[in-house]
């Protein structure tokens, strides 16, 4: 079975301070990582993703996330935060087989402070 | 290209109705998954559909059903509504594990 847990439902920062969003994740077998962002009224949109190879992972909007397997972890980051990162983010894990189907977390939702 | 979309965008029924969503996946996916998002909650995985068949399915009841059509697009279906299926429906389309694409979600009111 694989589940998600993102540490902390609501994070705070200033606007241009580093962002931090925490993942771990579980799985008995080798993961597939996504972050993705939803909007206020709106579907969910790919951030970056971990499938195989290079751990760290660079994705849209400045963000990159990287897959520590010893920590079972895959933190989303980004250096300076902008006012329109103000968003909830979801960490979901999958199998890596065809297809399979998504496990998300409860989601972060992030607000940038003036 | 279009990306995924949903209809409707938004619906109210009453307890007891029935509802259809429908879903057109990106062009080139071949398979359509569908989630149900609870206020405040993640999204919950509802079922799959590949080559028209129903190919996963997560926990819930028979009152949930989809189809998949020839050009790939998909119906999710529920029946006996109840108050708790008020939620954000979204469909997501993929082909092999490049990541799924989500549509802008249809939201469900049942009152």
């Known amino acids: 079975a694989q589940s998600v847990t993102q540490l902390g439902s609501h994070v705070s920062v200033s606007e241009g301070a580093l962002v931090l969003l925490r993942c771990n994740y579980s799985s008995s077998v080798p993961p597939y990582l996504f972050w993705y962002v939803q909007y206020p009224n709106q579907g969910l949109q790919l951030l970056l993703k971990y499938t195989t190879g290079a751990t760290l992972v660079k994705g849209i909007n400045g963000f990159e996330a990287e897959f520590k397997k010893s920590e079972t972890s895959f933190h989303l980051t980004k250096p300076s935060a902008h006012m329109s990162d103000a968003a909830e983010y979801f960490c979901?894990?999958?199998?890596?087989?065809?297809?399979?189907?998504?496990?998300f977390g409860k989601g972060t939702r992030l607000h940038i402070l003036p | 290209d279009a990306g995924v979309t949903q209809s409707p965008t938004h619906l109210i029924k009453t307890r007891g109705q029935q509802v259809t969503l429908r879903c057109s996946p990106k062009s080139g996916h071949d398979t359509v998954s569908w989630y149900q998002q609870a206020l405040g909650q993640g999204p919950q995985f509802i079922f799959q559909?590949?080559?028209?068949?129903?190919?996963q399915r997560g926990n819930f009841p028979d009152r949930f059903s989809g189809h998949q059509f020839p050009n790939y697009s998909s119906e999710l279906n529920v029946n006996a509504l109840l108050l708790g299926d008020s939620a954000l429906y979204l469909c997501?389309?993929?082909?092999?594990?490049?990541?799924?694409?989500f549509g802008q979600g249809t939201r469900l009111t049942v009152v």
């Open positions: 559909y590949y080559e028209e068949e129903e190919r």
């Open positions: 997501a389309s993929s082909r092999g594990q490049g990541g799924a694409f």
């Open positions: 979901a894990v999958t199998q890596m087989n065809r297809d399979d189907k998504i496990i």
